[in-house]
């Protein structure tokens, strides 16, 4: 089951980034990365076309309350985001209804793909996911072409679930592969 969250207040920290909910100040460094193409598209939404779009998408993060910014601590700068979100019901299957569970969903500025900074900053919020949210289950989906979030799913030790089909919010018709990692198998870790 979808259990609710509500991120105010939190603040993670690893060894490059803090964790924390998105603020106003964060528009210019969210608009900064979020506009350059394939960025987006590498998670399901397009580029962003203009500072308002930014605007739009930073006033649903902080409403939301589930999206923290990643902020990269040698600037100071927000480099991406991760979102704690709801998962597809009917792609879990029965065995997950009972349990608490979220989805993770993230995305890096460009400029900083192959530094180990997602794998880094999602291991985080997967410790509080369990540890404080007390979930049972996290879920990650990622589209096939996408290798560098194949790579940070088995980093972390997702297990492959199932393929499903989905519509972009651009319109493109993406082959997804859901993944999952268990409370028991984290802690194992």
Same mark, same amino acid.
């Given at each position: ?78 480099? #991406? ?23 993770? #969903? ?9 530094? #180990? ?53 651009? #319109? ?18």
């Amino acid at each position: 089951m979808n259990v609710p969250i509500d991120i105010t207040g939190v603040q993670l920290e690893t060894e490059n980034t803090i964790l924390r909910p998105f603020k106003e100040t964060d528009l210019e460094d969210l608009n900064e990365y979020a506009k350059v193409p394939g960025v987006g598209e590498m998670a399901g939404w397009t580029h962003h076309k203009s500072i308002e779009e930014s605007k739009e998408v930073l006033d649903m993060f902080m409403s939301g309350k589930k999206t923290l910014a990643v902020v990269y601590k040698q600037s100071g700068k927000v480099i #991406g985001s991760i979102g704690i979100e709801r998962y597809n019901e009917d792609y879990a299957g029965e065995k997950y209804k009972p349990l608490r569970c979220r989805e993770i #969903g993230y995305a890096l500025s460009r400029d900083y793909w192959g530094r #180990g900074i997602m794998p880094e900053a999602v291991s985080k919020v997967i410790s509080f996911c369990f540890d404080t949210l007390q979930l049972d289950a996290v879920f990650c989906g990622y589209f096939k072409r996408n290798n560098q979030s194949r790579r940070v799913n088995e980093k972390l030790g997702f297990k492959y679930v199932c393929d499903r089909e989905y519509t972009t919010r651009y #319109g493109t018709e993406e082959v997804s592969v859901f993944t999952v990692i268990h409370k028991e198998d984290w802690v194992s870790r």
